[in-house]
């Protein structure tokens, strides 16, 4: 007996969910949770169920790629806690918040490491007995520093995700390659809006009356990648970006962690740079 | 060709998707659109689809009648202009909201007529070139006039939904039971709290920090019927209760145009006094 | 006997409230509402007081433009109605929304005038009895059309707001130059997020999953004038652009309404291409 | 020179601004922040200010106590970190929000001490070298276990506030007597929405399309005291009452964050069972 996670991504065509519907009929599956979203415009069909029966991960794989069109993305997978990297710098709420969910055993992950190009946030690291590795880029050029941290992440038999708890330095294309929607940011801003640097500091400028956060992935260009959640709090006249930021913080550190937990339970598609969400 | 809407709630039991789905397929229907949703606590099964295809509504109902276990309810429905009647008492801002919807052809609706205990609402509604019947309450009991009312109303060969939108008094079991889950209200709060008149002073003298507005179903108790939509906005210590008035109205009117909306596309179903809603 | 706006925007020194609190208090003043702000980063005051008492605007002006800095911005103003002509194109909600609320007395204006540069919404605005002028734009360039928009405008002895309700041409900066801060737009979103056309397919194609509206006033260049205020609404992946757009309009017109009534109650400090609003 | 908080809560009476601010300007004081409101229903009147200068504590509260009209509340507060005791039961993540905060530097508190009635919550608690007071309800009459923890708290020389993060017991109208405004419960529902115990069941029984969370102080009866904080998110029919409580969970603890800050601050008038929050 296995609970699996089924996650299917192909071309529509007429009869798919029948196909599929008979093939866990036909093996006696209970389904779970079910979820099928058609993508009009692009004729994408997506679907997530969660199932369990007298079946194997194996089995089950190779019989839905048989009715499955051709270039479908088919998995098939075990729930178990997933392997994790924090990155970070120096703020931390959102850090915090994710190690508190996690020794609360709210999130299905192992936190394998939290890596930072400074040691103030050690010993908060410490206290939960989580390996801490600074890798300072002080005296490095962005490539040499980006290097030793490849460096480090290399050494982890397995990383199914790294989390950017508001790590404050930009990824290079060559890094991010290797972690294709891997990568989860937290970018605080109500994306679009406030690319870049200091985003508060616009978002005062420009004399928002909202301001906002926003998790994504990070694929080649940062700020840019498909957006997993967003989510916004009042602001007004009174508010300097001083103000702006600490309101912010209690944003980004829920957004963050919603789209980690997300990911965790393998609930995000990702198809033309954006995200079908189950 | 027909375009047809199929709305299933029964008992869930293994392979029912199978069993609609193989129907789908074996009759060359497209599906247009699709949810599905299990309440694995009641162990309920709901599915809304729509499909077009070559194929009649009678067909169609007895093929699925035949698959489907005993005791489910079975809908299809042809999309078209439902016939609704409005009850209002003296507020403008939710009767001129859907008026609007209507002139700007966003409601699926014909609207039969605008039943009023006052005639302060006439003349918006002439402009409309709808019918405005007053049935004033002055003089009568509550059984009485509600008697009148049913008067107008059986006049109409089709009532599909009564929206009350601030008829501000209280509809008795006895009215209500002709229309189970046909009459649609907005109540003045974020239901259940404020239960009653005057909601907006219950909520000041409370001291809440936020009010807001529920559309619901109203069978037998008012204000206890199944939810339809709620939504919600802040206010401070600076708000007196005709300030959150004044602020309610704009949740107000747009809740309930937002629940008739999900009623006119057939999306809502009710079950243990809630909804489920696609 | 008067009731009196008093709006106050000057360089903050010492003994400002003091000086201007003494005064009232002198003059027997009663102060209906009163507040204040001060821009610790411009060093800049802004305060907003309705009084009333034996006093008449000229007597309580120069008092006041006595005991203010120099280059103080200083206004007192008798709550009346404003006069206001409402610009629009083919969608009917934002306009809508004005013409309910204008018919339930809730804005203190005079709408004068309806300017379209089609006439699909005449048969709305007549049913208002409120004058509609087609400007169509065909067979013109720019700044033919805009002059002779402009030649509407000129006929009327006041106007003190232009709101532009889903008008949906660019205006150039010689048209808004004899309008600053009185033309009052919405655009449909969460600016700066999706500056210029088709804002919602911006949005769809950039996977948001919130989608807003922003109230602003036009200076020079369209979508880059002063925010008065905002909301947004979650959206997800099953959203197409259209779906976006007919969602969005619900927080077109309350954003825009609630934008209009704070001007219309005098309650808008522009200051820095920001507003402060009390 | 010293840096002070006024806060002063009045009967109106006509020339209060105009006294205070004549002290303050008499006595060459800055004024950094300043909020005046005035209750119309209740002819009060609340001020909160931040001023520096060269003045103390005993002189501004003697020169003020005397321009006031008679039975006001006065406070001249230095700023300076305040004690709290945290009460918790078995939940993490209100308590750890409290915890990662303090550690950030943001909170102005000592935390003298956390008291649970379980032991679950102490390794988490120890991490952050802050005492951990077990007091077990287990063979207790409800008498006996609060006076155990009053025992506890009387320890302690002072105690500006006691947070309870989701302390999972009723305290009776004795407990609360010493403690005046000075007890912030996190209650996880709208209130007054879902009073008592299981609100998230509650929630989902009347199937709500919003859940929320109350921060109050706690005076006599529980969740009936004067509100602080609000905040709510959505959820719909596919949410059972678990996964309303996780969800619901980030609500909580944001909200409570909050008002515990608010009232660090000293941002908080208490009258009329309301809040008034600067």
Redesign the interface.
């Known amino acids: 007996m296995a609970t699996l996670r089924v996650l299917i991504d192909a071309n529509d065509e007429?009869?798919l969910?029948?196909k599929i519907?008979?093939l866990?009929?036909d093996n006696?599956l209970?389904?779970?949770e079910?979820q099928?979203?058609?993508?009009?415009?692009n004729n994408k069909f997506f679907m997530r169920s969660v199932i369990d029966g007298n079946v194997n991960k194996a089995q089950l794989y190779s019989g839905l790629k048989e009715i499955l069109p051709q270039k479908s993305t088919l998995k098939v997978i075990e729930p178990k806690k997933k392997d994790i990297v924090i990155m970070a710098t120096k703020?931390?709420?959102a850090l915090?918040?994710i190690?508190?969910?996690h020794?609360?055993g709210?999130l299905e992950a192992n936190i394998l490491a939290v890596i930072s190009n400074y040691d103030v946030l050690k010993p908060?690291v410490d206290?939960?007995n989580i390996p801490f590795i600074t890798v300072s880029h002080e005296g490095l050029d962005r490539a040499e520093h980006e290097r030793k941290i490849l460096d480090e992440l290399k050494k982890f038999e397995n990383i199914d995700y790294i989390v950017l708890a508001k790590y404050m330095r930009i990824l290079t294309p060559n890094f991010v390659e290797d972690y294709e929607n891997k990568i989860i940011n937290i970018h605080h801003s109500?994306?679009?809006?406030?690319i870049g640097a200091n985003p508060y500091k616009q978002a005062y400028e420009?004399?928002?009356?909202?301001i906002?956060a926003t998790a994504h992935f990070v694929n080649n260009n940062l700020d840019e990648g498909?957006?997993?959640?967003?989510?916004?709090t009042?602001v007004?006249?009174?508010y300097?970006w001083k103000d702006m930021q600490?309101l912010g913080r209690?944003v980004e550190k829920?957004v963050l962690?919603?789209a980690l937990k997300l990911a965790l339970e393998d609930r995000i598609f990702v198809y033309?740079?954006?995200?079908?969400?189950f």
Chains 1, 2, 3, 4 share one sequence.
Do not use: C
């Open positions: 007429k009869g969910v029948y519907s008979k866990f009929y006696e209970n389904i779970l079910n099928e979203f058609v993508d009009k415009v703020e931390m709420h915090g918040d190690l508190i969910r020794e609360a709210e908060l206290k939960f109500f994306l679009p809006a406030f420009r004399g928002v009356k909202i906002g498909p957006i997993i959640a967003q989510n916004v009042e007004n006249h009174a300097n600490k209690d829920v962690s919603r033309a740079n954006k995200t079908v969400i």
